[in-house]
């Protein structure tokens, strides 16, 4: 069903409100017979898109409300969450930076509701990955994360004022002979050792490169 605005052949062309044969529906403009400009659309299952269209795909600005009370506001590309985005998840934690196709990408900010701790930095498909800060309540730490662990060089920073250098190790795995594994172990964690103790320094993740071990 649609009523609205139709072009000389007959199109859906400027604004106008349809229910699709699925029972979800759409207000707002149309071009040539597509969704293109801004509209809102709600699907049956609760879910409801508001914001910008180009040729029926989400492209430009616009927020989605994900039926279990997740919620993402920032930018679109061909229907995929692409440029800067903050997305709000359903248990209460936000990320706040940028995405491509439709994950965290680039630089971003992810808020722990639970503990209130964030982490700032890098991500790679959706995941903590190269230089970030982890920031907790009384301390921090500092350094580069890979596939969402901290591993390598790094450095905690109290603020008592004092720091602990040292780096994540990733511990190898024992094989036992007996037994036949069924399934793949999971990947041990890595594990901290301290080298040293200072006062407040300054540091980035690019000098360890010039330190060398």
Same mark, same amino acid.
């Given at each position: 069903?649609?009523?609205?605005?139709?072009?000389?052949?007959?199109?859906?062309?400027? %604004?106008?409100?349809?229910?699709? =044969?699925?029972?979800?529906?759409?207000?707002?403009?149309?071009?040539?017979?597509?969704?293109?400009?801004?509209?809102?659309?709600?699907?049956?299952?609760?879910?409801?898109?508001?914001?910008?269209? /180009?040729?029926?795909?989400?492209?430009?600005?616009?927020? %989605?409300?994900?039926?279990?009370?997740?919620?993402?506001?920032?930018?679109?590309?061909?229907?995929?969450?692409?440029?800067?985005?903050?997305?709000?998840?359903?248990?209460?934690?936000?990320?706040?930076?940028?995405?491509?196709?439709?994950?965290?990408?680039?630089?971003?900010?992810?808020?722990?509701?639970?503990?209130?701790?964030?982490?700032?930095?890098?991500?790679?498909?959706?995941?903590?990955?190269?230089?970030?800060? /982890?920031?907790?309540?009384?301390?921090?730490?500092?350094?580069?994360? /890979?596939?969402?662990?901290?591993?390598?060089?790094?450095?905690? #920073?109290?603020? #008592?004022?004092?720091?602990?250098?040292?780096?994540?190790?990733? =511990?190898?795995?024992?094989?036992?002979?007996?037994?036949?594994?069924?399934?793949?172990?999971?990947?041990?964690?890595?594990?901290?050792?301290?080298?040293?103790?200072?006062?407040?320094?300054?540091?980035?993740?690019?000098?360890?490169?010039?330190?060398?071990?």
């Amino acid at each position: 069903e649609y009523e609205g605005d139709r072009n000389s052949e007959g199109q859906r062309h400027g %604004f106008g409100k349809a229910r699709l =044969p699925n029972g979800d529906t759409y207000e707002g403009e149309y071009e040539c017979g597509l969704r293109s400009g801004h509209g809102t659309y709600r699907f049956k299952n609760g879910a409801l898109y508001t914001g910008n269209y /180009l040729q029926n795909e989400k492209h430009g600005k616009g927020v %989605f409300f994900y039926p279990d009370g997740s919620k993402y506001a920032g930018d679109w590309v061909h229907d995929q969450k692409q440029g800067y985005g903050e997305y709000l998840y359903a248990n209460g934690d936000t990320y706040t930076g940028e995405w491509a196709n439709n994950k965290r990408h680039g630089q971003g900010t992810y808020v722990y509701k639970d503990t209130g701790s964030k982490y700032v930095g890098c991500w790679v498909n959706g995941i903590q990955d190269g230089p970030g800060e /982890l920031i907790h309540l009384n301390h921090r730490f500092k350094g580069r994360f /890979l596939n969402g662990k901290p591993l390598g060089h790094g450095k905690f #920073i109290f603020d #008592i004022g004092c720091e602990q250098h040292g780096e994540y190790i990733q =511990p190898v795995q024992e094989k036992e002979e007996e037994e036949e594994e069924e399934e793949p172990p999971l990947p041990l964690e890595p594990i901290w050792k301290v080298s040293e103790i200072t006062k407040i320094t300054p540091w980035s993740p690019h000098e360890e490169e010039l330190l060398g071990p």
